[in-house]
C-alpha cells in the first residue's frame, strides 16, 4: 500500500493510506470562495427554474407547452440542486468517490441544461411563428426567455465544474491537482 497526501487550504499535508497508487490532491485556498460561489449559484438557479416551471405551468391560460409536455423544469431543476448540493459535498470532504459523484451529476447537469437550452429554443421559434397576438403567448415567451437565461450559465458552470472534478478525479499520475 502506498501512502496518499492530501493538502489542506492551510498548506497543511496529511497522509492516508491508498491502495497502489499515489495521488496528491492540493486544494487551492486562493479561489476557495469563488467556486463555493459557483457551487451555490448551481443551486439557486434550480430553484428558479423550478419556480418559473411552477408559474409556467400553473398559467390560467390552456395553452400548451412543449416544456410542459417534458417537464424539464421539474427533473432538470432536480438535477441542477443536486449537482450543486454534490459539488458544495466534494469540496467540503475532499473524498475521491464525493468528487468522482460530483463529476458524473455535472456531466449529467450539462446535458441536461444543454436539452432545455434546445427545447426552449424550439419553444420560442414556435411560438413567434405563430406570430403571437394573446397574451398567453407573450407570457409563455417571456416565462420561456427568462428560463433561457437561467439555464444558459447552468450549463456553463456544470461544464466548468465537470472540467475540474475531471481534472481532480482522472489526473492520478501527477503529483499535484488543484482541487477549486
Keep these: 500500500m502506498m501512502a496518499m ?22 486544494i487551492n485556498s486562493g479561489s476557495s470562495s469563488t467556486g463555493k460561489a459557483k457551487k451555490t449559484v448551481q443551486i439557486m438557479i434550480g430553484a428558479m427554474v423550478f419556480i418559473l416551471g411552477i408559474v409556467l405551468t400553473s398559467s390560467i391560460y390552456n395553452y400548451t407547452a412543449i416544456l410542459e409536455y417534458s417537464g424539464i423544469n421539474y427533473w432538470g431543476s432536480f438535477i441542477y440542486i443536486s449537482a450543486g448540493c454534490l459539488s458544495v459535498a466534494a469540496q467540503n470532504k475532499h473524498h475521491p468517490c464525493v468528487v468522482k459523484a460530483s463529476l458524473g451529476i455535472n456531466v449529467f447537469s450539462a446535458i441536461t441544461a444543454g436539452m ?3 427545447l426552449m429554443g424550439i419553444q420560442l421559434a414556435l411560438i413567434s411563428m405563430d ?13 420561456t426567455g427568462i428560463l ?3 439555464t444558459i450559465p447552468q450549463f456553463i458552470i456544470s461544464i466548468y465544474i465537470s472540467a475540474l472534478g475531471c481534472k481532480a478525479a482522472c489526473n492520478k499520475d501527477s503529483t499535484v491537482v488543484n482541487v477549486h
Design 5 to 26: 497526501r492530501v493538502c489542506f487550504a492551510s498548506g497543511e499535508w496529511r497522509t492516508r493510506r491508498a491502495h497502489k497508487e499515489r495521488v496528491v490532491y492540493k
Design 116 to 118: 432545455a437550452i434546445h
Design 131 to 143: 406570430n403571437p397576438s394573446l397574451y398567453v403567448e407573450y407570457f409563455t415567451m417571456r416565462v
Design 148 to 150: 433561457l437565461v437561467f
